[in-house]
Structures are given as structure tokens and as C-alpha cells.
């Protein structure tokens, strides 16, 4: 896939460029939880998904989680 922001992680204002990423959080019981996030690149993290698997959600099931303007990181 080709790198399209150029390795520039910044946007010159709101709702220009998103990114997004998944990790997994290793539990004790050995079992993963996957964690899915979309980040404004100018401001913040927009949602976020937790979930025991990595299958891809169809529309009407789409993760997301927003934020309030006051949790801007």
C-alpha cells in the first residue's frame, strides 16, 4: 500500500486527513481483546472499537465510539 501522507502525520485543519490502527490487549487468561481507532490527524482520536475478534464489520455494524470535543488529545 503506498504512503500517501508522505509520513506526515498532520493536517492543516479539522476533518482532512484521518488515520486509523488496530492492537491487540493480551488478557491474563491468554485471550486477546482487539482495539480499533480513527484519529483526526489534526486534533484527535475520533472513535474507537473494542472486540474479541478482527473480522471486518459490515455497515450497519460500523465501531465507533466518539469522543466529546473536551477529550481532544
Known amino acids: ?3 500517501r ?3 506526515d ?3 492543516p485543519a479539522p476533518n482532512r486527513v484521518y488515520v ?3 492492537t491487540y490487549l493480551p488478557l491474563a487468561d491468554g485471550r486477546n ?3 480499533a481507532t480513527v484519529i483526526d490527524c489534526h486534533s484527535r482520536l ?3 472499537a473494542l472486540a474479541d475478534h478482527t473480522c471486518a464489520p459490515n455497515s450497519s455494524q460500523t465501531p465507533s465510539e466518539p469522543l466529546p470535543p473536551t477529550a481532544a488529545l
Open 1 to 3: 500500500m503506498p504512503d
Open 5 to 7: 501522507l508522505g509520513r
Open 20 to 22: 486509523g490502527d488496530i
Open 9 to 11: 502525520g498532520t493536517a
Open 46 to 48: 475520533t472513535g474507537w
Open 33 to 35: 481483546l482487539y482495539l
